[in-house]
């Protein structure tokens, strides 16, 4: 049976603003409801900051409703005006094409295209706007659009007041297919909720009352909160920058790391809007996490639930041991040559093509770790250097064959966090 979409949403810490929640509400306890969100595909990957409105989407279908997540195809060639101060390099069609294709195949990590009323669909809105005449868009769409009402906007009124920033005509259009897109999903496809971030709210409006204007339909609009971390930073970024769905832009390794590092003032709500555990079960992890939070319980079951779901159970399973290895959780000698190659990815690596043994001092010049060898006689003395895991305190001390795991690896640590390795010839 379907449930209360709006209600399970908001005890998460998910709902911003919604235009009729009460009733939104009773139609969700009565019938399957057709909600979208809209992805603009101006770049080739989503990322963390998206994901609210990706698993308001995925909640929306496991409460027994239906998913649509939008292409902008269309709406991709002009560029959504929101939120920005200038006007964006507009895409070729190619490019924008292109996006929508990457950004399909990241969403299916979280929705189900295939279980029967209820399943998630993917449509293009150039498949309709490429076809529409302009004289037919001013006359059935414009009209319902007064230009008072456009230009009280607050972002469109701040760049019409400023002669630098500037709104041209081609982004103030978005605002007219975006509600074109919503009354077209309306009729054509029985989608009768439109969902986005906070500031979306301006733009779901207008498809609200184009539908209403047009047809006398009522439809539902839901905004989700803008997510911030205790530090009042917008949420989804790290010290590199946005934190990319694709493995090619953060790897999967990184991924997982940024989910680790969480501020523990976050991890709760962090749970509630990223994790598909019941409150019940997150108040349970929260409980167990306020006893030992030096252990990081809570941010490594969402890191592992996360990079599961993104990037699959095997990755998941591998940059979590590569985790546990890199901060001496597990012993380097268990681990095998694949965990070894995900590390040698994500941490300093050098290669040494002399025969062994080597002196230790060697090593740590040729890892980087140290910058000449009097610094690492120095490190060694002062219990900082660990070969392996095992604290190195002989000086003359080498490296030899009984020390190469798996791969040709050897581990070194200078300090407390500076890990590097060691890769002889195979």
Known sequence: MPQNFYEIMTRRGFVEWCSHPEELGRKMEQEIVTGYVGFDPSADSLHVGNMVPIMGLAWLQK?????????????????????????????????????????????????????????ATMPNNYDWLSGI?????????????????????????????????????????????????????????????????????????????????R??????????????????????????????????????YKFYQFWVNADDRDIERLHRMYSFESLDAIADVMERHSARPERREAQKLLAREMTARVHGDDVSRRVRDASSVLFGETGVKSADGALLDTLAAEIPVGDVASPLPIPLLDGLVASGGVSSKGEGRRKIREGGVYLNGERATDEAAAITSGDLLPGGYVQLRVGKKDFRLLRFNR
């Open 215 to 252: 047809s006398g339909g009522q439809a539902y609009g839901l905004t989700f909160q803008l997510l911030l971390t205790a530090a009042g930073t917008k949420f989804g970024k790290s010290e590199d920058g946005a934190v990319y769905l694709d493995p090619q832009k953060t790897s999967p």
């Open 63 to 119: 409460l027994g409703h239906r998913p649509i997540a939008l292409a902008g195809g269309g709406t991709g060639l002009i560029g959504d005006p929101s939120g920005k101060t200038r006007e964006r390099a507009l895409l070729s069609a190619d490019k924008v094409a292109y996006n929508a294709e990457c950004v399909k195949k990241q969403l299916a990590r979280f929705l189900d295209f295939d279980c029967g009323a209820t399943s």
């Open 133 to 213: 005449g302009f004289i037919e868009f001013l006359r059935d769409t414009g009209k319902y659009f007064p230009v008072s009402t456009l230009v009280n906007r607050e972002y469109v009124r701040s760049r019409v007041e400023d002669p630098d920033k500037s709104i041209t005509y081609t982004e103030m259009s978005y605002i007219l297919l975006q509600a074109y897109d919503f009354d077209h999903m309306y009729n054509a496809m029985g989608c009768s909720m439109q969902m986005g971030g906070n500031d979306q709210q301006g733009n779901i409006i207008g498809g609200i009352d184009l539908i209403r204007k």
